[in-house]
């Protein structure tokens, strides 16, 4: 299968690097030259991704064809392209559901919607994929973790959870301060922090909800230093608070 970027963005550039490094995908890669300089760099580190100024001859040249452009760039720049009925589409453009995307697309009909992080870069990380697509599932499964999605309430639910990557690398940040501030050299105040959320993370790998509760649970000795932690964080509502920012996002994505 052949595959097609519209746009080269960050998120790409992750994407085409988890594809042509642990992924081992060999096939050809198309990328437009949006971002040139990040094109140019892929396609001179990986011999089958190829850069092509005209987004329609990417299109032309693909059999599965991923938008990745900003939601504001997307209509204009549809509204020039032309996609043939055998396309499949995967469009990450957050918050834009795929019946706003049909018309745009036709006449294509295989139109999908994924979420890929930073992380897939190395083969980690979840990837929602809405509606789900065996083909699809395996291309993903090679750079991450595909979460089939059933319906697209549930897919805007879950892609709030991918508005957490800047809190959770600023909580890792703040933590590798204050050791800093603290007189902890700089080298090793950020080891120390990194590696912690690096091992805590892996202990929650495949874990239910339930299951994570209990890890707390068991973290707690009465009168201890993580009690302290957690109670003084409840006590300022820290989680609630949680809550609330993501409903935020949530109503933003379903508008």
Known sequence: MRLGFIGTGAITEAMVRGLC?????????????????????????????ITISSAQTVIDRSDLVILAVRPDQVRELTSSLRFRPEHRVISLIAGLKLDSLRSMLAPATA???????????????PIPLYPPDDVLEALLGRVGRPILVENEDEFHVIACGSALMATFFEFIATTALWLQQHDVPPKEAA?????????????????????????????????????QVLLQLRQRDWFTSLHDVLGGVLTRLSQ
């Open 21 to 49: 490094g642990p992924g081992r995908y060999h096939n050809p890669i198309f990328i437009t030259e949006r971002t040139k300089n990040r094109s140019l760099l892929l396609a001179s580190t990986f011999q089958n991704v």
């Open 111 to 125: 139109l999908h919607r994924a979420i890929p992080m930073l992380p897939i870069e190395s083969g980690l990380g």
């Open 191 to 227: 080891r120390y922090a990194t590696s912690l959320f690096h091992a805590l993370s892996a202990m929650t790998l495949d874990k239910d909800s339930g299951s994570l509760q209990d890890m707390s649970v068991e973290c707690l000795t009465k009168g201890g230093l993580n009690e």
